[in-house]
C-alpha cells in the first residue's frame, strides 16, 4: 500500500525507503489495492492470497 509517497510491501511490510531499487507490484486483492515486493511474489504466485495483509492491518502494524 502507499502512505506518505512510501510504498509498503502488504505482505513483509518493506517500506520502499530501506532499500533503493525494491520493485512493486500492484495488485488487487479483496477488492482493495495492494502491493507486493518482488521477494514476496513467489509467496502469492505458488500460493495464494492468505498471507497478504488488508491495509487497514498495515497501518496498523507499521
Ligand atoms: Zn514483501
Do not use: F, R, W
Amino acid at each position: 500500500m502507499q502512505i506518505e509517497n512510501k510504498t509498503i510491501c502488504n505482505i513483509c511490510l518493506k517500506p520502499s525507503d530501506a532499500e533503493a531499487n525494491t520493485v512493486y507490484i500492484k495488485a488487487i486483492c479483496n477488492d482493495e489495492e495492494i502491493h507486493v515486493c518482488t521477494g514476496c511474489i513467489p509467496h502469492i504466485i505458488h500460493g495464494s492470497g492468505d498471507i497478504v495483509k488488508s491495509n487497514e492491518t498495515v497501518k496498523a502494524q507499521i
